[in-house]
């Protein structure tokens, strides 16, 4: 728990502890691009020719920041919303669903309300929130209610919410046209973009003021105290009296409103209107986000960035030269696996100061009940 | 034209099943095992690719099975091995299949989203004898590539498995009581990971059966989340090798009638094919009002925010 500590300790901690929490994830990217190396050697290709595009092709030049800028955004709305449920010992995983709704309820709304600017954006990010939080709200009432499994339930709301608004944006509201998507967003409702080679836009202040707020509400409000118990031990939680179903329920609508605000952000800032299975995943590599960020809002923004990067990278590796952007989908996900692993970290900590502590990723490894245990 | 549709029907529930069968065995040992996507489409892509260089498709299964079967090893090694929550290890696994095979795709031919060629050898139709004669049934039963068949049987084996011999009964265990397996010196672990390795098995049938005899292709994320339907299925039989199957079946008519129905009647196929997951969640409510109900009834409280 070194990154949430309280600063009074933190002074007499030396910069090894402080970077501590940053040890897991880059062994875990270092293996996952050796493997990811002897991949592409494996195919014929030069690995460090391959590394390096991928590093020039995000990194070097403004209009490549720009790109990586813009992949970011969503993964920092849904890596945020993957951490504060998770802090809350919550597994929303139906992200995606969150930022399909919300993104659905920002394109009506962005296209159907005649307001001036100043109300129209706001009004617009308030209802993809609420689009958001209501499909969160599903698994949550069914969790909190009927004691459902969430995961399972997140799992199967994700293609629900992708074919509910695909059937509104194809049958009821299409747009005229050959795409499947909503009428165009109104002028008043568009978040500016930052530059001509992107469509990185203002947006991206928005997710980075969540990432502040939530750092804020993690480590100096009483909420996120209460929600950092339930996430460690919930029977600890409820003993000590937290309304545990509640907050829980709580956690998870607030969870679902910043993924719901992702899909805003794509909405209002990226394609300026609502299309059709726009999203190519950005739920479930907020789940890989979140896990390199170890849950924290301030390594969301860094994991964030590295998964943007790499993005941006893969499409400019796909154009120049003959590989395939699935490399970086395989680098990233290789990452995920080996974070989740609980193998030797607990040693290499040892090794290392020989205190382990329980970290927040060890608490999801704990046996977890028999599917049907809810029949009990 | 309704015998039609029940023909693709058999067709279509084929992988479900399949995928299904490999699903059922690793949630009855306690396991949610949400990466039947990524065994399925690791399958199918060594299966065309396997069919393409050797020609053969016996060694083109064989290695669809085998790629599936590693990929599951690797998802529980790191399950069962180094204590990696399943649901992140599916989810990983899931993607990175879906990346590794898109990747290959391009690396080996050079292909962006899909490969087909005429040198991949294509099943060829059984006419069962018996059923052949009967009218109705012969439509429906007969002329289906030899993988269909095979899925079919395997449904009554694999309940068999389970349910009367002595395996079958440790896998149980393991998932309803796995200190008291371990406790009466079953391996607990050594079964969850043979639970899984064939979950890879099915899953690599199922591969094997989309790219090979159901289309004759491999196209990325070709699956198109046949392991989420399977999974549903399961969830909403809760395990049980004929319910799920029927299920299954269920969930394939309802695809098939998406495919089909909007040039009949102009419905739209996005509301057919959310019936899966729909129907699952309502399931999952009933179990889950039925269970609160008895709990309340005898006042205890629970909340397990595990």
Redesign the interface.
Known sequence: MSAEAPGALASRRGLLDWLAPAIQPTIALVISAIVGGLLVLAMGQDPLQIYGVLISGSLVGVPNLMVTLQMTTPLLFTGLAVSIAFRAGLWNIGVEGQLLVGAFFAGLVGWLAPLPTFLHVPLTLIAAMAGGALWAAIPAFLRIKLNVNELVVCLMLNPIALLLTGFFAIHVFKAPGPTNKLPDVLETAILPQFSLFSQANWGVFIALGCCAIFTVVNNATIRGFEWKIMGLNPTFAYYGGIDVPRRALWAMLISGAVAGLGGAEEVMGVYGAFFDNFSPGYGFDGIAVAMLANFNPIGVVAAAGLFGALDSGGAVLQMTTGSSKYLVEVLQFLTVLILAARFSWEWLRAGGRGQPTRRAVGVINEPEPHPTAEEA | MDLEILHSTVRISTPLILAALGGLLT?QA?M?N?ALDGFMIVAAFTGVAMAYFSGSLVVAILAAVGASMLLAALMAL?NI?????????G???T??A???T???????F?Q?ALFTSDAIPTFTTIVVPVIAGIPVLSQIFSGHTILVYVAYLLVPVVAWALYRTRWGLRLRVV??A?EAAATAGVNVDGVKFQAMLLSGLFCGLAGAYLSLAYVTLFS?EMTH?RG?IA??AI?FA??SPYLTTVVALLFGAATALSVTLPQVTGL?P??L??IP??V??LA??A???Q??RARNKHRAW?????
């Open positions: 949630y306690g949610l949400i790191f091995w180094f204590r990696a929550h399943i649901f992140i290890a989810t990983a696994v993607f990175l879906y990346g590794l898109a990747l290959l795709l391009k690396g080996i050079g962006d998932g309803e796995p990325k989340e989420l999974l549903a969830f809760r395990g739209a996005q509301l094919q959310m997951y729909v699952t969640v999952l409510v179990v889950g009002w269970s609160t629970r909340f397990d925010l595990s």
